[in-house]
Nanobody, 115 residues
Framework: QVRLVESGGGLVQAGGSLRLSCAAS????????MGWFRQTPGEERELVAG???????NYADSVKGRFTISRDNAVNTVNLQMNTLRPEDTAVYYC?????????WGQGTQVTVSS
């Protein structure tokens, strides 16, 4: 059983920063992609940023230059540093790990950016 525990969400003013963390426990392959998705009411969940097992990263266009994803394979964590936050970044953020034949999600953490 794989468990993902997220932390770091909250309320911040526009222009501020937050750092999300996700700790994965349980048994899963070493070759996995870790990432963050977000979802607002009535919308589909969208990829914010992902990082492969080799360290390659990809970002949604809307967060490039503002968000940075990182992972620590030694402790199975993935972090998302979010700077220069905007009201449109308000969403529930979900951690995810996935690979061939498996897919796990965290429970989500709320990020609210006030204008």
């Amino acid at each position: 059983q794989v468990r993902l525990v997220e932390s770091g969400g909250g309320l911040v003013q526009a222009g501020g920063s937050l750092r999300l963390s996700c700790a994965a426990s349980g048994s899963f392959p070493s070759i996995v992609t870790m990432g963050w998705f977000r979802q607002t009411p009535g919308e589909e969940r969208e990829l914010v940023a992902g990082v492969g097992s080799g360290g390659n990263t990809n970002y949604a266009d809307s967060v490039k230059g503002r968000f940075t994803i990182s992972r620590d394979n030694a402790v199975n964590t993935v972090n998302l540093q979010m700077n220069t936050l905007r009201p449109e970044d308000t969403a529930v953020y979900y951690c995810r790990i996935w690979g061939y034949g498996f897919n796990y999600w965290g429970q989500g953490t709320q990020v609210t950016v006030s204008s």
